[in-house]
T-cell receptor
Framework: TQLLEQSPQFLSIQEGENLTVYCNSSSVFSSLQWYRQEPGEGPVLLVT?????EVKKLKRLTFQFGDARKDSSLHITAAQPGDTGLYLC??????????FGAGTTVTVRA | GAVVSQHPSWVICKSGTSVKIECRSL??????MFWYRQFPKQSLMLMATSNEGSKATYEQGVEKDKFLINHASLTLSTLTVTSAHPEDSSFYIC????????????FGSGTRLTVV
């Protein structure tokens, strides 16, 4: 059973469209992190959110952390083919262990 | 930034043999290293946590005698898959927490293990 429910599992959109990935849990985490993983490589950290209600922007990516620190979302504006990849959310526990969501495979068609 | 170097990036071995995977922290000290395995199109599953100078702790269902972890120094952690079988074929990734990357974690580039 995944502690973090990530949706949707797959997302295929046209270049220029927007997309949102959701990450929900019944648990509270000390922080929530978003990663992007390319095939055959390790995940690369995109952002860490710590405070409930926090919003962080990274160019065309906007990350939100829910007020109760149980859920988060990733929004990409005007997606580009270079945004294609597996997006993973991960919740950090007090013992520094990470629990990962199942991942969202994003494909941006040119 | 914080870098974890993982080797080898891929390895093919025969059933019954052992394979060692190394993860080195290049510009920081990793007192803790997490080891994951990932099956195709699936997420990362935590296998074990290694702490420098002490025994590793394993997640439920992970055989500690099969997946030997050593963390003898602050910059090196190793995972040895002993008596490998085809079902051990997977993508293995190490990760270390680092405050350098804003409380994120730095991941190695992964090792694709294929047991034939």
């Amino acid at each position: 059973t995944q502690l973090l429910e990530q949706s949707p599992q797959f997302l295929s959109i046209q270049e220029g469209e927007n997309l949102t990935v959701y990450c929900n849990s019944s648990s509270v985490f000390s922080s929530l992190q978003w990663y992007r993983q390319e095939p055959g490589e390790g995940p690369v950290l995109l952002v860490t959110v710590v405070t409930g209600g926090e919003v962080k922007k990274l160019k065309r990516l906007t990350f939100q952390f829910g007020d109760a620190r149980k859920d988060s979302s990733l929004h990409i504006t005007a997606a580009q083919p270079g945004d294609t990849g597996l997006y993973l959310c991960a919740g950090a526990h007090r013992d520094y262990k990470l629990s990962f969501g199942a991942g969202t495979t994003v494909t941006v068609r040119a | 930034g914080a870098v974890v170097s993982q080797h080898p990036s891929w390895v093919i071995c025969k059933s019954g043999t052992s394979v060692k995977i190394e993860c080195r922290s290049l510009d920081f000290q990793a007192t803790t290293m997490f080891w994951y395995r990932q099956f195709p199109k699936q997420s990362l599953m935590l296998m074990a946590t290694s702490n420098e100078g002490s025994k590793a702790t394993y997640e439920q269902g992970v055989e500690k005698d099969k997946f030997l972890i050593n963390h003898a120094s602050l910059t090196l952690s190793t995972l040895t898959v002993t008596s490998a079988h085809p079902e051990d074929s997977s993508f293995y990734i190490c990760s270390a927490p680092t405050r350098i990357s804003n409380y994120g974690y730095t991941f190695g580039s992964g090792t694709r293990l294929t047991v034939v």
